[in-house]
């Protein structure tokens, strides 16, 4: 199931059903066998409690071993989210960094798109196979890079799994030069959802006012958040 899709489901999953019935594990139970291919389903119908009991290397054990149906997806991004993002890297822009690039989707595009361009990516899980793309290994929110290293920053559906969502925007300012995108879904909070979400954005000044750029643009995308915040020399 595509990005454009996944977030339609959602809306009528979120917005049509009563929240009384939406979030009672008895109802939610069933989705969960389909997503997660009736594997740990105790553990990820809970992961919001288990997420703040585990230790970082449980965490990180916990991605590593996700089977569910969206992992074999090459990327959260909808269509027009990845045009946007291309766009954004048409003028000016001399280096790219990806903050939780998964598979590296869209480190590729971008290096199709932009050959010339040098991309590098980051998670917090080992990827070997990235197709020699650079690719350091971190915690988002603890990035061994140098301050104002890379003129585009991108983190796509990564900030809505980061406990301490500022910590994380901290970095990202830190390391860009010009630019910043943030994509997350326009979200409301359940705590039996299909992922593994533990913050959420229901409206646009949640994630603005977190971000804190005062030159920015933040527009609805397929049922994503796609911000771009344009760095000055205030920032």
């Known amino acids: 199931m595509n990005r454009k899709w996944t977030n ?24 969960y066998c389909w997503a997660y291919r009736g594997k740990n389903i105790g553990t990820v119908m809970d992961f919001k409690k288990k997420y703040f009991e585990w230790n970082e ?27 946007m993002i291309l766009d954004q890297c048409r003028d000016g822009i001399g280096s790219v960094l ?16 932009y050959p010339g361009i040098p991309v590098h990516g980051t998670d917090f899980v080992a990827r070997p196979d ?4 650079p690719f350091t290994k971190a915690e988002a929110t603890r990035l061994p890079l140098a301050d104002k290293s890379f003129d585009l920053v991108l983190s796509s559906h990564t900030i809505e799994h980061i406990h301490q969502p500022e910590k994380l925007v901290k970095e990202l300012r830190r390391i860009a030069r010009k630019k910043i995108i943030v994509i ?4 409301r909070y359940f705590y039996y959802t299909l992922d593994e979400h533990i ?20 527009s609805k995308v397929d049922g994503d958040w796609v911000y771009i915040g344009y760095l000055t020399d205030k920032d």
């Open 8 to 31: 339609r489901f959602r809306f009528l999953m979120d917005e049509c059903i009563p929240p009384v019935i939406r979030d009672r594990k008895w109802f939610m139970y069933p989705f």
């Open 57 to 83: 290397q449980e965490l990180q054990q916990f991605y590593e071993n996700i089977r569910s149906i969206s992992s074999d997806r090459n990327t959260d991004v909808s269509a027009n989210g990845i045009r």
């Open 98 to 113: 990806d903050v939780g690039c998964g598979k590296g989707y869209m480190l590729r595009s971008i290096r199709q798109a």
């Open 130 to 133: 990235l197709d020699g793309i």
């Open 184 to 187: 997350t879904p326009k979200q």
């Open 199 to 218: 913050n959420f954005f229901p409206h646009r000044e949640l994630l603005t006012g977190l971000m804190g750029l005062s030159n920015y643009e933040c």
